[in-house]
């Protein structure tokens, strides 16, 4: 199975914020918001997208001091 350029782009999008929604993603990869969300439900239901996952950077709320 091969995997696009543009969803490769939409891929490390969510991976930077798999929060984002469709029309943040779509401004940073340069297609529509409907493009966007086609091809995320496509990689879904190709399995290629399983789940979304939220990772906490507990640094971030001053728990262990950032060098």
Not at 35 to 63: D, M, P
């Amino acid at each position: 199975m091969l995997i696009d350029n543009l969803n490769l782009k939409i891929l490390y999008e969510l991976d930077k914020n798999a929060r984002a929604p469709y029309s943040a993603i779509a401004k940073k990869v340069g297609v529509s918001k409907q493009t966007v969300q086609k091809r995320i439900e496509n990689l879904v239901s190709r399995n290629v997208i399983n789940q979304f996952v939220t990772i906490i950077n507990i640094a971030r709320f001053g728990a262990i001091p950032v060098q």
